[in-house]
């Protein structure tokens, strides 16, 4: 018994009491089932810590024992068990106390107002949450405390509770002044102002600016001074007080150095020109902006002059002018596309050329001609995203050719793809920070218009902006371990029916099962719509059959990829050892190796997990499967820096990292046919925010897969490890089985999730992109 003993815990064991040996083994464990626990081995960290905690019970450790049961509740917290986790957490807490240790005792407070909030408890998550606070002053950690406070603080901010997030940015102030930090200082009156700006309360928030401004000034901090003033300016701008801002602009204007800073700074004046109507001055601005830029050979510079000039004669009522300006800019940006030696990012300025011409048509009582533009517009920013050029563009601009069935259609074209697809198309295209342009699109061809004024919104909860709300989505759920009351998350999720669902309600089939497809734009990919409630307490997808896609167009791409699909083989995968982002190992999905085994029962193939699901296993394996379901993540960003943002989450070994990226996905495309894709489906059945744009992370994924021969995507817009999906996978499979309607499927099996599993967070995060047969 002895032998398999290593030599130095040996000779421990033989000269140290019971007890000595007993208290070394048991912090061996404990050391060890911390490892095991940050590595995502959570079953080897249980049964690990358990053994710790007899040992330490056996001898009286009580400081081992407190640290066990901390770790034990993590580990309950991790797998969604948060009443087990709040005991486990208490224990430890009492003997925290017991033997005075301070610092862990505001851990475990913390702790338990993290678990409280998850059971909905928030009175005493916030109780708990004070404690923590008030332990940290009194133990002089300043920092520590101060950062906890303004991390409270923003999460307050994020779900609209403006008076809680000033009472905790005030407290972190009051901090960095006793500490006499002045970074904290400066982060905490920023967030003050910020608050005061959301609130409407601008003389508040100007004075919160000044007092930076000030602490600018006394350490010649000239990009502070100038991010300040910047901010004043636009303080005053939302005030309607446009000299101030127009002297404070002009300021900033004369002493900018920087290009890139001067030219958003001439937009920015010329906007306060053109909204107090001193329209002569801002043309003015935008006309020397644009010779200066003719000058120096700027094209770049030229193209967001020429925006900037179309902005104002928009506004100023010279539509025939501002149509003309925005036609010739088109070409602008065709000329960068053709410059192979371009690296400038024109995406941004492109998309508002578009944005700005379906103004004017609108304007013009034209809505169809701009349904054409917002057509467009999404095409060129598809096409932007993979790297691909228009089968009619130049060659020699380097990029790849894109499929034939993609093209810039005109109105009769897509209003034939509606008539094909025997589906209701809803089109929005957000305009400006406060109008949505919506066109629905009958199965029949017809065309309906409708503009939808934020300004004019019945607000049920405080927002200021549908970015807001849509950010505050996922908090509100609960998918960020932060759960408040039920109401709560169903009044947003009404707002946001409200603003995008009741104008066009009318318009939207009766029938149930009768497909409704949704092209949503920016922030509005992350928008659950599936979740989206009524007034009588009906969700959108018990009312609806609903799809996604990126252009109307791509619809006859889907179309003719599902004509040519094959493969014989069912692909499952889950909960791969997960490879590093950004330096870090994500997390491990709990859930999603139950679930991968769930299904390959189900649909009769094995499921390949852990270790098994490397990158080189994987991609053997593509072409051959006609359904891959992959129980992981989806990384929403660019994590290779290879211009297309996107990844799937494989097994990291050796060298290997473990990532799919959607450029090695799209390169599928070009190898012959027998190494192409065919599936019929792609399920990613969890997704993860990235760091860069994550609406670009959806389409970048997604498009991919679809260029490279899949007609029917299904991606999840979040990740929890708690998230049951299991329960929502095998009951999507199960109604795929009777029926092959992958649309009707996924909503059958959200309909039925939800009697389970009431909270949207976990069934409404999956959107089909493409086709639903």
Do not use: C
């Not at 998850?118 to 002053?137: I, M, S």
Request: proline share 5%; no cysteine.
């Amino acid at each position: 018994m002895l032998k398999n003993i290593p030599k130095i815990l040996l000779a421990i064991l033989l000269i140290a009491t019971p007890a000595q040996a007993s208290q070394y083994r048991a912090d061996l464990l404990l050391k060890l089932g911390n490892r095991q626990l940050n590595n995502g081995q959570l079953t080897a960290a249980l049964n690990t810590l358990k053994e710790s905690l007899k040992l330490y019970q056996e001898i009286d450790n009580r400081t081992g024992q407190a640290n066990t049961l901390l770790h034990l509740g993590e580990i309950n917290f991790t797998l969604g068990k948060y009443q087990t986790a709040i005991n486990l957490y208490q224990q430890s807490l009492n003997l925290m106390q017991d033997t005075g240790n301070q610092p862990g005792t505001a851990q475990i407070l913390e702790l338990l107002s993290n678990a409280y909030l998850n059971t909905g408890d928030e009175k005493l998550a916030q109780e708990f949450r004070e404690k923590a606070a008030a332990l940290r002053k009194e133990i002089g950690n300043p920092p520590r405390e101060a950062s906890f406070l303004g991390n409270v603080g923003i999460e307050h901010e994020k779900l609209g509770e403006y008076q809680q997030a000033i009472a905790f940015h005030t407290q972190q102030l009051t901090i960095g002044q006793e500490t006499k930090n002045r970074d904290l200082q400066i982060y905490s009156l920023q967030n003050l102002a910020a608050v005061h700006r959301e609130l409407k309360q601008y003389p508040q928030a100007i004075s919160f600016y000044e007092r930076v401004l000030k602490i600018a000034s006394q350490s010649s901090d000239l990009v502070l001074t100038n991010i300040t003033l910047k901010h004043i300016a636009q303080t005053y701008e939302n005030q309607g007080n446009f000299d101030q801002a127009i002297a404070l602009y002009q300021q900033q204007l004369e002493t900018s150095k920087n290009p890139e800073n001067k030219a958003e700074l001439i937009k920015q004046l010329g906007r306060v020109y053109t909204s107090a109507k001193q329209y002569d001055q801002a043309l003015a601005l935008y006309q020397e902006q644009l010779d200066t830029a003719k000058a120096n050979k700027d094209i770049y510079t030229q193209g967001a002059a020429l925006n900037n000039l179309a902005f104002v004669l928009l506004k100023s009522g010279k539509v025939t002018e501002a149509q003309t300006t925005l036609q010739t800019n088109i070409k602008t940006w065709e000329s960068l596309r053709a410059n192979l030696g371009n690296t400038i990012d024109y995406s941004t300025e492109q998309t508002n050329t578009y944005s700005l011409l379906q103004q004017v048509f609108v304007s013009q009582n034209q809505p169809e001609a701009a349904l054409e533009v917002a057509e467009q517009s999404s095409l060129m920013a598809i096409l932007n995203l993979l790297g691909m050029r228009l089968g009619t563009e130049s060659a020699g601009s380097g990029l790849k050719v894109a499929p034939k069935e993609i093209i810039l259609p005109t109105i009769t074209q897509i209003q034939e793809i509606a008539k094909q697809q025997q589906a209701t198309i809803v089109r929005y295209s957000l305009i400006e920070d406060n109008e949505i342009y919506v066109w629905v699109m009958q199965p029949s061809g017809k065309v309906t218009f409708r503009k939808i004024d934020l300004k004019l919104q019945k607000p049920i909860i405080p927002f200021n902006s549908l970015a807001e709300l849509v950010n505050k989505t996922p908090i509100a759920l609960g998918v960020k371990n932060t759960k408040p009351p039920a109401d709560n998350y169903k009044n947003l999720l009404l707002q946001l029916n409200q603003i995008l669902i009741k104008p066009i309600a009318d318009l939207l089939p009766k029938n149930p099962t009768e497909q409704v497809i949704f092209i949503p734009q920016n922030e509005l990919w992350f928008v659950p719509f599936p979740a989206l409630v009524d007034i009588y307490g009906k969700y959108l997808i018990e009312k609806h059959t609903i799809t996604s896609i990126p252009a109307i167009q791509l619809l006859k791409l889907t179309r003719q990829k599902r004509n040519n699909t094959g493969g014989s083989k069912v692909l499952v995968v889950g909960n791969p050892t997960m490879p590093k982002v950004a330096q870090q190992s994500l997390p491990q999905l709990v859930n999603a190796e139950q679930e991968a085994l769930e299904l390959a029962d189900l649909l009769k193939t094995t499921a390949l997990v852990g270790n098994q699901a490397t990158k080189a296993d994987i991609l053997p394996l593509l072409p051959k499967a006609k359904t891959i379901h992959l129980a992981t993540y989806a990384v929403l960003d660019d994590t290779k820096r290879q211009g297309i943002p996107g990844a799937i989450a494989l097994a990291s070994v050796g060298d290997n990292n473990g990532l799919l990226t959607a450029s090695e996905i799209l390169n599928l495309y070009t190898q012959p046919k027998g190494q192409r894709l065919r599936a019929r489906l792609v399920f990613l059945s969890a997704g993860e925010t990235g760091n860069g744009s994550i609406g670009n992370g959806v389409l970048g994924l997604s498009l991919a897969l679809i260029n490279a021969g899949v007609p029917s995507v299904i991606i999840s817009q979040w990740a929890s490890p708690d998230t049951p999906t299991n329960v929502f996978t095998t009951e999507f499979y199960r109604q795929l089985k009777q029926n092959p309607n992958k649309a009707q499927a996924l909503r059958n099996a959200m309909l039925t999730t939800m009697k389970q599993h009431p909270n949207p967070k976990d069934w409404a995060a999956f959107t089909l992109i493409g086709e639903a047969r």
